[in-house]
């Protein structure tokens, strides 16, 4: 009985190991992935509904640089003496049907998948609402210039793998606890920053790679409208209706050009008579603001008829609707509004929208 049980031990490992290992000649299938074999090498297929794979190969020796993308995916390849770990994400413009890489190696002999893993990232929403003082983070933004690109990735790649106490950790790429807080248009983004967990993982590589190819939704051209009336001590009553237009160009809110607005105004004269004008404003220095739920403008308007500085803000609500992205005062309460600095008092109202 013992040796009868002792040889379906053995039977039972010598099939684990046989089903772990592609033979020249065959494939490997697995609910996550795909290898099937071609002349030279391997082609890898990944399965719908996974968001990042890790697979380490050994056996037949594998060039690394030789690995070919067959579709749009980030890869990440280390090599060492237990074999050669792929990593892969970015999956969502995938055609499943297809190999996603090529993996090309030197000998005809076996290549075994000693290992891996998988990641599913989660499913969370809360309001855009919530999150009443926290500006949304745009998470793997590296450069801070407002777009997730290669150069991002190229600075996250080489801290794949490893933990803390290592040189090549830094804690900004363990990102795999950050979550999706924000609907509208950052439904999307993971913008919250969860705490790290001391490595750099499977779970931060598919964290960035959600990110990748996005851009801060506040960056862009902004086209603003507005509308003052309010008594002047200078001009009496003053009502003037505007629009103009502000770029911002990186994620430090860095303006291009000069913000102009083309105003219709209306005042008392020096005599009493109440004038109308056409006027070209132009505000300098101009600072823009963003919570997740405020954008706050803040400049200096010079008066075009004396040259009289005046400190202006301009607050108001961001609203989101489908990939539009507004900010406005109208009948958002207090403290939402144009207000004159200094001191300070309201004279108007504002929408902008993107």
């Given at each position: 009985m013992k040796k009868t049980l002792m040889i379906s031990m053995i039977l039972s490992i010598i099939v684990l190991f046989l089903a772990s290992c592609v033979s020249s000649h065959s494939s490997h299938n697995d609910s996550a992935f795909k290898l099937v074999r071609q002349a030279g090498g391997f082609d890898l297929y990944v399965s719908r509904g996974i968001d990042a794979l890790e697979i380490t190969l050994s056996g037949a020796h594998i060039y690394a640089e030789n690995i070919v993308?067959?579709?749009?995916?980030?890869?990440?390849?280390?090599?060492?003496?237990?074999?050669?770990?792929?990593?892969?994400?970015?999956?969502?413009?995938?055609d499943f049907?297809?190999?996603?890489?090529?993996?090309?190696?030197?000998?005809?002999?076996?290549?075994?998948?000693?290992?891996?893993?998988?990641?599913?990232?989660?499913?969370?929403?809360?309001?855009?609402?919530?999150?009443?003082?926290?500006?949304?983070?745009?998470?793997?933004?590296?450069?801070?210039?407002?777009?997730i690109t290669l150069s991002d990735?190229?600075?996250?790649?080489?801290?794949?793998?490893?933990?803390?106490?290592?040189?090549?950790?830094?804690?900004?790429?363990?990102i795999g606890a950050s979550e999706k807080q924000y609907?509208?248009?950052?439904?999307?983004?993971?913008?919250?920053?969860g705490l790290p967990d001391?490595?750099?993982?499977?779970?931060?590589?598919?964290?960035?790679?959600?990110?990748?190819?996005?851009?801060?939704?506040?960056l862009g051209k902004w086209t603003f409208t507005g509308s003052?009336?309010?008594?002047?001590?200078?001009?009496?009553?003053?009502?003037?209706?505007?629009?103009?237009?502000?770029?911002?160009?990186?994620?430090?809110?860095?303006?291009?050009?000069?913000?102009?607005?083309?105003?219709?105004?209306?005042?008392?004269d020096e005599e009493g008579k109440e004038v109308s004008d056409t006027f070209e404003i132009e505000i300098a220095s101009?600072?823009?603001?963003?919570?997740?739920?405020?954008?706050?403008?803040?400049?200096i308007i010079a008066n075009p008829l004396n040259g009289v500085e005046y400190d202006v803000l301009m607050k108001g609500k961001l609203r989101v609707e489908g990939n539009a992205i507004y900010a406005?005062?109208?009948?958002?309460?207090?403290?939402?509004?144009?207000?004159?600095?200094?001191?300070?008092?309201?004279?108007?109202e504002w929408t902008a929208h993107k």
């Open positions: 993308p067959l579709q749009d995916v980030l890869v990440i390849t280390r090599q060492d003496t237990s074999g050669t770990t792929i990593a892969l994400s970015k999956f969502r413009d995938l049907a297809e190999p996603v890489l090529a993996i090309p190696f030197e000998n005809p002999g076996s290549i075994t998948v000693s290992s891996y893993d998988t990641v599913i990232l989660p499913i969370k929403k809360a309001s855009f609402l919530t999150q009443n003082s926290v500006a949304p983070d745009l998470i793997g933004d590296y450069n801070g210039d407002g777009y990735f190229a600075a996250f790649a080489p801290a794949y793998g490893f933990s803390a106490g290592s040189a090549e950790y830094d804690e900004k790429y363990d609907l509208g248009i950052w439904q999307k983004i993971f913008s919250f920053s001391g490595s750099i993982t499977l779970a931060d590589f598919a964290v960035f790679a959600n990110n990748y190819g996005f851009a801060n939704p506040y003052i009336d309010y008594e002047s001590g200078t001009y009496g009553s003053v009502k003037a209706d505007g629009n103009g237009t502000l770029t911002i160009g990186q994620q430090n809110w860095q303006m291009s050009g000069p913000v102009e607005l083309t105003a219709n105004s209306t005042y008392t101009v600072d823009v603001q963003f919570s997740s739920t405020e954008m706050t403008v803040t400049g406005e005062s109208n009948g958002t309460g207090d403290g939402y509004g144009i207000f004159l600095l200094n001191p300070t008092r309201k004279i108007g």
